[in-house]
């Protein structure tokens, strides 16, 4: 059947929406910008996607390893304003 959207109506595109949102609402509970936490997170999905043509393990890695250095760089500026 062939499919008009191509690779924007899959599960991975899904995963990306839900990734996005997911760092939008983590954003918000963090006193921080949402729309820029989000566009990181499309950004590192868009390259392990469709740039490296990674698979969903990949794509999982990328935001678990932004997910780190979102999480490294708050408690470095944290500890630097002490």
């Known amino acids: 059947m ?19 949102t997911a760092y939008y609402k983590i ?10 936490w989000a566009g990181m997170s499309v950004g590192v999905y868009m390259l392990t996607w469709r740039w490296l043509n ?7 890695f990328g935001q678990a390893l932004l997910f780190g250095g979102i999480t490294l760089w708050r408690a470095w500026r944290d500890h630097r304003h002490e």
């Open 2 to 20: 062939f499919n008009p959207l191509g690779p924007f109506y899959s599960f991975q595109f899904v995963f990306l929406l839900v990734c996005a």
């Open 27 to 36: 954003a918000e509970s963090e006193d921080s910008s949402g729309i820029t």
């Open 54 to 60: 990674w698979s969903y393990a990949g794509n999982f």
